[in-house]
């Protein structure tokens, strides 16, 4: 099919590299003319496994970009794949989204015949509907359902695995009631093992956008469970992760998402909970679930800060803060919990010393004063204290280097380096 992508941020880019691979004709529209270039010279424009190989089998033939959105006439479906960044009282900010619809519709009024948007795009439950279809059809003319076809398909995509999460996903969630796009997006997803079929999961447009903000809440708020009940845990002497290992083997409760610590943050949960929870408190309901997630997930950061007060004063004191991406893996330090940290750590007037085997740079836009380690080894060497806020494969294998501290006192946020003899060890959850 012919496809056009309007954003190529970690979702387009990889939604377009994925779709080329199925067989797809897959034009990525981008105001950047950066990323442009850098997608037709057959590399990727964010850091993503796989994605660097896909894009450099496909550019060129079955996979292009361009800033013209004139090239979308020549393509039958587009999928909108802007970012749905979070106003400071965690509403939704749609500019981004309802200006390239309006450049979209634009463009769709020179175009005869039909044409479907496919909003992939996070978006709570009515945008779609009370907002975008209005500015599709004012600025293209045209009326959804008669020549406009318009449906939600949300991205179920984590950074790191993203390729794979698209290519063998767990499912794929539409949301339509136009029997044309349902069709074509059928088609789309034909090379997928399982659609159609068990995977294809069709409701309507509200539904399907709802269902991509439960998935993150619910994901979010079994990490702020297992973190509560960490904390309970912790007050009684007890390892919850050995608590853990015994709920997993409840089939009803599932493995995942059930390692308990510093708690969540990235792009998509601290932004998700906020934007549905806004949204309910809007239409006058306050989801108490959601805002305890949120409670609990502030906390962790505070609780490891005690810790530390409890063993060492870190006044004028260098302390590591060991990791500073918001999970392994990734140099996205959006929402990381490595933020609040820092700030507690500057109010003690401690002396940050931060290494991140990836993330430093994007953590020096955020904190551009602390001092920044080239190797974990290097960061805790002198310190008073060592942090551990994200579980790198590097972090995790500090051992004889601990006894270089000053004080050795490690205070663990993700349970990644082993307690023993000689060092100060507290866990924040076990
Ligand atoms: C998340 C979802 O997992 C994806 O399905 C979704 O598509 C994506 O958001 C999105 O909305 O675009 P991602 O933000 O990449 O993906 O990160 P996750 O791997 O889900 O981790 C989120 C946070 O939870 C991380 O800070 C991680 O450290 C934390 N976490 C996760 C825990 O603290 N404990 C766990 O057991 C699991």
């Known amino acids: 099919m012919n496809i056009s992508i ?30 442009v270039e850098t997608i037709n010279a057959g590399d990727s424009p ?17 996979l292009r970009a361009t800033t013209d959105y004139d090239a979308i006439l020549d393509t039958e479906l587009t999928f909108l794949t802007l970012t749905t960044p979070s106003n400071p009282d965690g509403s939704l900010d749609t500019s981004i989204i309802d200006a390239a619809t309006e450049q979209l519709g634009e463009t769709l009024a020179a175009k005869d015949g039909h044409h479907s948007v496919v909003v992939k795009s996070t978006v709570v439950p009515g945008t779609t509907r009370e907002q975008l279809i209005p500015i599709l059809e004012r600025t293209s003319g045209g009326v959804v359902g008669d020549e406009l076809h318009v449906a939600t398909n949300p991205e179920f995509l984590r950074e790191g695995s993203a390729v794979s999460d698209f290519l063998d996903p767990d499912r794929v969630v539409v949301g339509t009631s136009d029997d044309r796009i349902r069709d074509q997006l059928r088609e789309v997803y034909s090379p997928l093992d399982g659609v159609p079929g068990e995977k294809l999961f069709e409701t309507d447009v509200s539904t399907a956008a709802m269902i991509k903000y439960t998935n993150n809440s619910f994901l979010a708020s079994k990490v702020s469970l ?30 995942r998402f059930l390692r308990s610590g510093l708690g969540w943050g990235g792009s998509c ?10 949204a309910a408190t809007e239409r006058g309901y306050q989801p108490a679930m959601l805002e305890a997630a949120v409670e609990v997930n502030d906390r962790q950061p505070r609780r490891l800060l005690s810790l530390m007060d409890r063993h060492v004063r870190v006044e ?6 060991l990791g500073l991406s918001f999970k392994p893996d990734t140099d996205d330090t959006r929402g990381s919990r490595a933020i609040p940290v820092i700030d507690g750590l500057q109010e003690r007037g401690a002396n940050v010393v931060a290494y991140d085997p990836a993330a430093t740079e994007n953590m020096r836009e955020h904190f551009p004063d602390i001092e920044y380690a080239d190797s974990a080894q290097s960061a805790v060497e002198g310190a008073v204290a060592a942090l ?8 995790e294998r500090l051992d004889d280097e601990l006894d270089r501290m000053a004080t050795p006192v490690v205070i663990d946020g993700r349970n990644a380096i ?13």
Do not use: M
Request: aromatic share 6%; net charge negative.
């Open 269 to 278: 949960f601290p932004k998700d909970v906020a934007a549905i929870t806004h």
């Open 46 to 62: 964010i850091d993503e496994p796989q994605l660097d190989g896909l894009i450099d089998e496909h550019s060129g033939e079955r």
């Open 388 to 395: 551990v806020v994200t579980d790198w494969a590097e972090i």
């Open 226 to 255: 297992i973190n509560d009940i960490g904390n309970v845990c912790k007050e009684f002497g007890i390892d919850t992760y050995e608590v853990a290992d015994a709920l997993k083997l409840d089939d009803r409760i599932s493995e």
């Open 418 to 430: 082993d307690r023993r003899d000689g060092i100060v060890y507290e866990g924040l959850t076990w």
């Open 316 to 321: 004028g004191k260098p302390v590591a803060v």
């Open 6 to 35: 309007i954003g190529s941020g970690y979702v387009g880019t990889t939604v377009a590299a994925c779709l080329a691979d199925l067989g797809h004709d897959v034009t990525n529209v981008d105001i950047d003319a950066d990323i």
